[in-house]
């Protein structure tokens, strides 16, 4: 056989080798099949657009999908709520009409939270102000954010808080007396606080306290009413000014016997104007055989004292208030 023929047979039989290699790759490997099997889905298919996130904005949180199975089919399985009813009573301005000024005189008045669906009645504490300040006083040294706090965590009972206003003419230019902001407060703002507003009426369920010019007020006032109130707090009262005659003066009043029935708190400052004549009112019921707790807090007759001390002061006017009578009558 020739040299050129025996190449040619060489040739076409490479050729035919390529082919049938390429051929068989292809039936293995076809030019349009996905690198991935194709998914089947199992119910209907739902499109998802992806969200547009902006280079400068932070990813919205996913989306969480809660377990396919109903909570029934875990007997063990309770439900916690995390929510809570909260806890808040309402503050209103209102006014009295006043025989002793013959005018309608402004107050606060704070209200427990539930009181419009409540039939209980509530113990009643009066707070007066300093001066000059006004009836906002309390208010502004967050008396009822405190007092809603303790509510909301069980340590303070549910009640009300009276805040009046005293005008120039009465709260400091007269002493006590029927003519007085006495006067005011017993004949006028009292009775009208019991006939507007569902409260406990009793002695038990009344308290009286004061800031500097509305604590020698709150120490007259029940000094001279024993009766009415069960208990009286004087926070840095302004005794060493006081220029009220025997009949109207603390330091007398103090004698009467009926004084001893009262809960008496006093504190001042120690760096406070008002410290002295404080200390030396608790010593002098402490002569007459009547109980008082007098305490010192730091710092002076301003208003970081007083707001720093409110939760001491309303623990003190609502011991006793935790069992206030439950139904109207």
Not at 100 to 107: F, H, K, L, R, W
Not at 110 to 131: M, N, Q, S
Not at 136 to 157: D, F, K, R, Y
Not at 190 to 212: F, K, L, M, N, Q
């Amino acid at each position: 056989m020739r040299r050129g023929t025996i190449g040619w047979l060489l040739r076409g039989l490479a050729v035919i080798a390529v082919t049938v290699i390429i051929a068989l790759w292809v039936l293995v490997h076809p030019l349009h099949e996905p690198s991935h099997p194709a998914f089947t889905p199992t119910g209907t298919a739902t499109a998802t657009v992806a969200p547009t996130v902006r280079p400068t904005q932070t990813p919205p949180p996913p989306t969480l999908t809660p377990p396919a199975s109903p909570i029934e089919e875990h007997p063990a399985a309770t439900i916690t709520s995390t929510a809570s009813v909260e806890l808040v009573g309402r503050v209103e301005e209102q006014v009295y009409f006043s025989l002793t000024t013959g005018a309608e005189e402004p107050y606060r008045i704070y209200l427990p939270p539930g009181y419009d669906e409540a039939t209980r009645r509530y113990p009643v504490l009066y707070l007066l102000h300093g001066w000059p300040y006004e009836a906002a006083h309390w208010g502004a040294l967050g008396v009822e954010e405190t007092v809603n706090a303790g509510i909301q965590s069980g340590a303070l009972p549910l009640c009300i808080i009276v805040q009046p206003q005293g005008s120039e003419r009465m709260y400091v230019n007269t002493s006590g007396g029927d003519q007085s902001f006495e006067g005011q407060i017993i004949n006028d703002l009292i009775p009208h606080v019991d006939a507007t507003y569902r409260t406990w009426t009793e002695r038990e369920g009344r308290a009286i306290g004061g800031i500097s010019r509305g604590g020698v007020w709150s120490l007259e006032i029940s000094f001279s009413h024993p009766d009415v109130f069960a208990a009286v707090g004087a926070h840095s009262p302004a005794l060493s000014v006081n220029m009220a005659p025997p009949a109207h003066d603390p330091f007398y009043l103090l004698e009467e016997p009926e004084v001893a029935a009262l809960r008496i708190y006093l504190d001042a400052g120690d760096a406070d104007w008002s410290r002295e004549y404080t200390q030396k009112l608790h010593e002098a019921l402490a002569a007459h055989n009547v109980a008082s707790e007098f305490v010192v807090h730091p710092g002076g007759h301003a208003t970081g004292l007083w707001s720093a001390n409110v939760n001491e002061y309303l623990d003190f006017y609502t011991a006793g208030w935790h069992q206030s009578p439950q139904t109207e009558n």
